[in-house]
């Protein structure tokens, strides 16, 4: 299994100068080959093994089973990626994703962590990805998002992947109009035990983070956890066992992780009232108590059993009728 399963991490943009693409004038990134984020799609394209969990640098590892999990996935062979997703609007007007979305492809992906497996199909989407930013320009996020909103239409065109159906004449004998077959790119979510945490929103220039800071509903132990030295504010020497072992004390529950404010050290919820009652002691105007609701809406009414952690992944369309529970939930 050496050979076939893998972990890599990469450095972020914000500290990898070649991850950082520079700005042209205008709104748009830099187009074309010499978009630096096209080097990520290229290192993954010549990745060796057979599934790859490929991580920013800033991630933390908190639990040893994340390798049995990933051999599970690999025997499993129901994938060909696997993403996490960015925050949702919960505010009526948002200038970070303006508007609701109204299918999952339209959400922002959340590439601090991926899940590959090598084939047919992630050759398609690393294509459909490598020939959207080449054109539109954009970091590998909104590149995967544009792909993602591509492949999702039943008209899309073959990206470099497509092959010739065998098949034979009459009687079997020579050969007869053969039909290129379109190679299905299988694309999963990452559940949140490879976590991520959101902004409820994204207001300020540059989408500078807007507290509360928060994950979605754990079920499970968190098996690694991104950007710890911004949600804990304890000493460095501490930070990671801390982080990990209050992300998973309570992994029986179903619970989310939030910070209220900036000054303030994450907390571990496990029921709505809990959720609403740290929030809205932080977050006293109208616009914040909406956004906590929406946001607490997520957890179950009463403290809940959430199981052991069997699986890293789950169907998109699970993940999408959960975004549109918070939408089409009452308010409080």
């Known amino acids: 299994m050496v050979n076939q399963v893998n972990v890599t991490s990469r450095r972020s943009a914000r500290t990898h100068r070649m ?3 520079q700005k042209t004038k205008g709104p748009h990134r830099t187009k074309g080959p010499q978009n630096p984020w096209l080097v990520r799609l290229h290192a993954l394209e010549k990745s060796p093994f057979e599934l790859t969990l490929e991580i920013d640098a800033s991630a933390t590892f908190c639990s040893a089973e994340l390798h049995h999990l990933l051999v599970h996935e690999h025997r499993l062979s129901r994938l060909d990626f696997a993403v996490n997703f960015e925050s949702t609007p919960l505010v009526p007007k948002s200038a970070f994703g303006s508007r609701r979305p109204s299918r999952v492809e339209e959400i922002l992906p959340h590439n601090f962590a991926m899940l590959l497996r090598k084939g047919p199909g992630l050759d398609r989407l690393l294509c459909v990805m490598k020939r959207r930013m080449s054109r539109f320009g954009g970091d590998d996020q909104q ?3 544009s792909a993602l909103t591509e492949l999702a239409k039943s008209d899309s065109q073959p ?3 497509t092959k010739t159906a065998s098949c034979g004449g009459r009687g079997g004998g020579g050969r007869g109009e053969c039909t290129k077959v379109q190679t299905k790119v299988r694309v999963w979510r990452l559940k949140e035990n490879v976590l991520g945490f959101k902004s409820a929103d994204k207001t300020k220039t540059g989408g500078a983070w807007v507290w ?13 956890v991104h950007s710890i030295a911004e949600v804990y504010s304890g000493s460095a020497a501490n930070r990671s066992s801390t982080v990990c072992e209050s992300l998973n004390e309570q992994q029986a529950s179903i619970r989310m992780a939030l910070q ?8 571990t919820v496990r029921s709505r009232d809990e959720c609403l009652a740290h929030l809205v002691s932080a977050h006293t105007r109208a616009r914040e108590k909406h956004v906590a609701r929406k946001l607490c809406s997520q957890l179950p009414a009463n403290e809940s059993a959430g199981g052991a952690l069997s699986e890293l992944v789950e169907p998109r369309d699970v993940f999408w009728r959960a975004i549109h529970r918070i939408y089409t939930s009452h308010q409080r």
């Open 19 to 21: 991850s950082r693409p």
């Open 143 to 145: 590149g995967l998002r």
């Open 159 to 161: 990206c470099g992947s």
């Open 212 to 224: 509360p800071r928060f994950s979605r509903p754990i079920a499970g132990a968190v098996q690694v």
């Open 260 to 267: 209220a404010t900036k000054r303030e050290r994450y907390v």
